[in-house]
């Protein structure tokens, strides 16, 4: 299982990042309210990077959009609809580190350079 947390304007080609993930084609989807609840402790339309912390059993590989690293801060509901948070690169890192999150379980992805890389066309990764 895979959290891709990308921001709002990210244009995520699913062709390329199925070729770059370990999955049979075509098997990205949303995941399910179950799996949701049992991985990652939270509810469809509330699912974020912070939910990592949840995941203690580490199986869900998180992966943060490199815009969200570059932002000054990214704004997010925290695991509830009721309100936002902001919260900076450095704090992403502190949940990471929390998470014990490491390169098997963690990356940052660049979806521009992920569709160039899969064959894709430059612009394909620019919102459209």
């Known amino acids: 299982m895979w959290l891709v ?3 709002s304007d990210t244009n995520i080609d699913l062709k390329a990042l199925n070729k770059h993930l370990p999955c049979a084609s075509g098997s990205l989807r949303a995941a399910d309210h179950d799996s949701l609840e049992k991985y990652l402790g939270c509810r469809q339309g509330m699912c974020n990077y912070f939910a990592m912390v949840n995941d203690t059993g580490k199986n869900v590989k998180m992966i943060v959009d490199q815009k969200l690293m570059d932002a000054k801060f990214s704004s997010f509901h925290p695991m509830d609809n009721t ?12 949940l990471k580190e929390l ?3 490491d390169e098997t379980n963690y990356e940052v992805m660049d979806f521009v350079k992920l569709v160039e890389s899969s064959g894709g066309a430059a612009d394909a990764g620019a919102p459209k």
Request: proline share 0%; glycine share 16%.
């Open 99 to 101: 998470s014990g999150r």
């Open 83 to 94: 309100g936002s948070t902001a919260i900076n690169k450095e704090g992403i890192e502190k």
């Open 5 to 7: 947390c990308a921001a």
